[in-house]
């Protein structure tokens, strides 16, 4: 196993690349709108490390009390992305990260960390099996499945915000709420916008864009939140197939 790590800075943040979208061959534009992101996140205890490697091998945690997220608590790091793909996949690169993340969050003084996970897993977010083996367990949960897992130092623990149990909003209209932390955000709101014009399907896309809302949201939320008809539906980005699914109920 390669255990040449590097974690992103405010001083190698234009000249690293970022794993997740590493294979993306074309200009991708929701690289730079990253890139952007996470320069002002970095100065805030953000932590992306990756292998130094062309590879999609990374954690991605931050302090919860900054994290773009509707989750509060006291003195603990939220875990947004863990991903190894491809080929990396059985090396141990997974429980290195973890192991890192745990191990930084002791050196701080953290009272634990915690992530976002659901009864079913969901394909954007990580592993909450994989998470379980180091300890997880689950302290909070909405009416619709998702559930806050947290690893406890100290026996406090974190919970969602009040407002990310509503589950709900007044507008009947497909809305998404999204924020920049996802390098694949940037691509997957063009191919929405553009579906729903050439449709003509009433939209409102809520680009988040401070810590406050997305700490205010009515629903859970790692980086993307949709809703329609008034109710929330997925945290899942979409794709073209998926929206139609949920534009047929």
Partial sequence: ????????????????????????????????????????????????????AKATVFIEYAPLETAWVPVIGDNYY??????????????GYGKSLMEYCLADAKEKGKS?????????????????TFAKKFGFEVVDTTDNGYELLALSFDGTTPKFAPNA???????KELT????????????????IKQYCEMYCIPASLIQVDSLQKAKELPCVFNNWGVFYK???????LLDITYLERILKK
């Fill in 112 to 128: 634990g960390v915690c992530m976002l996970g659901a009864k079913k897993q969901k394909s954007w977010l990580s592993d909450q």
């Fill in 230 to 236: 008034g109710y929330f539906e997925t945290v899942n």
């Fill in 78 to 91: 939220y875990l947004y992305c863990l991903w190894v793909a491809g080929s990396d996949k059985g090396k």
């Fill in 165 to 171: 149990k509503k589950q709900k909003i007044e507008s």
């Fill in 176 to 191: 998404i709420y999204y924020d920049m932390q996802c390098p694949y955000i940037y691509q997957k709101m063009e191919i």
């Fill in 1 to 52: 196993m390669n255990t040449d790590f590097v974690n992103l800075t405010t001083e190698n943040l234009a000249t690293e690349h970022l794993c997740c979208i590493i294979r993306s061959k074309k200009a991708h534009q929701g690289i730079e709108a990253k890139r952007q992101w996470l320069s002002d996140r970095l100065n805030e205890g953000h932590v992306f490390r990756k292998l130094n």
